[in-house]
């Protein structure tokens, strides 16, 4: 069985970084792109980036392009997000999602997430 | 980008009723769209994907419908269990987008 785990969730000051981690177990992880999506609270979800299985392709969601970036090492089966120039609205639960290679591009499994304040 | 709506945005039915939620998209997604499933607290988990395809492990109790730009995720017997918010996607193309949620209590 495949099992995502975030980690590095913090309360970060506005204009700050934090690099989250997600560790994948159970799966070939170079096999698979992988997602990040995040939930602020109360609110919906919001698709932030992807990165395919052998980091060629990556791709962005406008709010978060030029402060986030997304990233990959396969020998340790982990994906990463490094988020700079945090904001107040950053506040959310993050999410990494594996993404389906098959065609239909679906998100399965998740990780329970991990929870990142922007506050002062 | 492509604009997702639901309806409604929240729901309340009682055990054993038939429950539809749409989703309609800006544009033509052709089949590439996905229902999740969000209980309290928890993560969001695959319920179907390219529209109608039920992903394993899934009760046969929710199906998915449509083409184009408007689909429907149906419950054909809510059960206590399926207490939770309900997200359309679509993976036709970038950046991936959701639907707000359609909030379902039971009665």
């Known amino acids: 069985e495949v099992y995502l785990v975030e980690s590095g969730g913090d309360l970060v000051h506005p204009g700050g970084s934090l690099r989250l981690s997600c560790a994948a177990s159970g799966i070939t992880f170079s096999d698979f792109g992988m997602n990040w999506v995040r939930q602020a609270p109360g609110k919906g979800l919001e698709w932030l980036s992807y990165?395919?299985?052998?980091?060629?392709?990556?791709y962005y969601a406008d709010s978060i392009k030029g402060r986030f970036t997304i990233s990959r090492d396969n020998g340790k089966k982990s994906l990463y997000l490094q988020m700079n120039s945090l904001r107040d609205d950053d506040t959310a639960v993050y999410y990494c999602a594996t993404n389906d290679d098959t065609g239909w591009n679906f998100f399965d499994p998740w990780g329970q997430g991990t929870l990142v304040i922007v506050s002062s | 980008d492509i604009q997702m709506t639901q309806s409604p945005s929240s729901l309340s039915a009682s055990v054993g009723d038939r429950v539809n939620i749409t989703c309609r998209t800006s544009?033509?997604?052709?089949?590439?769209l996905n229902w999740y499933q969000q209980k309290p607290g928890k993560a969001p988990n695959l319920l179907i994907y390219g529209v109608s395809s039920l992903q394993g492990g899934v009760p046969s109790r929710f199906s998915g419908s449509g083409s184009w730009t408007d689909f429907t995720l149906t419950i054909s017997s809510l059960q206590v269990e399926d207490l939770a918010t309900y997200y359309c996607q679509q993976t036709y193309n970038f950046p991936r987008t959701f639907g707000p949620g359609t909030k379902v209590e039971i009665k």
């Open positions: 544009q033509s997604i052709s089949n590439y």
């Open positions: 990165i395919s299985g052998r980091s060629t392709t990556i």
